[in-house]
């Protein structure tokens, strides 16, 4: 089935829409979610900045997760929310640093994380609550947002990847009845 949405992104065989700019999809579970991440973690060069945006509890470190995974960095019960700790660092060949921004209030504070020194290290940064980020590092970005759909279903919003998702991602994450 093939379609277009309101906003104008063309619905392609597999469940997604896609424009030039997103990759569009659902996943159905934590489980999918974190698949995604390993799928998505392929496509993702070192010193990049993959910027989470999303209400709590729309799935960014259940991503992380599956993302840090197939990087190789950590195992994904490993990989925890550095809610309070702020920074987490994965990896002793290809480092990834977790940042979580939801408690930074200044500019002062995000300052002393050091993210800026990960990126000029190779190190592929993962932040979650991007939206605070804005403007500050200087980085190839893939920016991701997550959308709270029900208990179990997610829509992942991915832009910034110079690959075409035919074929990219397994059939078993995307129905074709999410777009409907």
Same mark, same amino acid.
């Given at each position: 089935?093939?379609?277009?949405?309101?906003?104008?992104?063309?619905?392609?065989?597999?469940?997604?829409?896609?424009?030039?700019?997103?990759?569009?999809? /659902?996943?159905?579970? +934590?489980?999918?979610?974190?698949?995604?991440?390993?799928?998505? #973690?392929?496509?993702?060069? #070192?010193?990049? /900045?993959?910027?989470? &945006?999303? &209400?709590?509890?729309?799935?960014?470190?259940?991503?992380?997760?599956?993302?840090?995974?197939?990087?190789?960095? $950590? =195992?994904?019960? &490993?990989?925890?929310? +550095?809610?309070?700790?702020? /920074?987490? !660092?994965?990896?002793?060949?290809?480092?990834?640093?977790? #940042?979580?921004?939801?408690?930074?209030?200044?500019?002062?504070?995000?300052?002393?994380?050091?993210?800026?020194? $990960?990126?000029?290290?190779? $190190?592929?940064?993962?932040?979650?609550? $991007?939206?605070?980020?804005?403007?500050?590092? #200087?980085?190839?970005?893939?920016?991701?947002?997550? !959308?709270?759909?029900?208990?179990?279903?997610?829509?992942?919003?991915?832009?910034?990847?110079?690959?075409?998702?035919?074929?990219?991602? +397994?059939?078993?994450?995307? =129905?074709?009845?999410?777009? =409907?």
């Amino acid at each position: 089935m093939n379609g277009t949405n309101s906003e104008g992104n063309t619905l392609k065989e597999g469940g997604f829409y896609t424009n030039p700019n997103a990759i569009v999809i /659902v996943t159905h579970s +934590p489980e999918e979610t974190m698949e995604f991440g390993h799928h998505l #973690a392929r496509q993702i060069p #070192a010193g990049c /900045v993959v910027r989470l &945006e999303g &209400e709590l509890g729309s799935g960014k470190t259940t991503l992380t997760k599956g993302m840090v995974a197939g990087l190789g960095a $950590a =195992r994904e019960e &490993e990989v925890t929310s +550095p809610s309070f700790t702020l /920074v987490h !660092e994965y990896g002793a060949e290809r480092k990834v640093r977790h #940042a979580d921004l939801y408690r930074v209030e200044t500019s002062r504070e995000l300052s002393t994380l050091g993210l800026e020194d $990960a990126i000029d290290q190779g $190190a592929i940064l993962i932040v979650e609550w $991007a939206e605070k980020l804005e403007g500050r590092i #200087a980085a190839r970005e893939i920016r991701i947002k997550m !959308e709270w759909i029900d208990d179990s279903k997610r829509r992942i919003i991915v832009e910034g990847l110079n690959v075409s998702p035919e074929g990219l991602f +397994p059939q078993s994450i995307v =129905r074709d009845e999410d777009f =409907r």
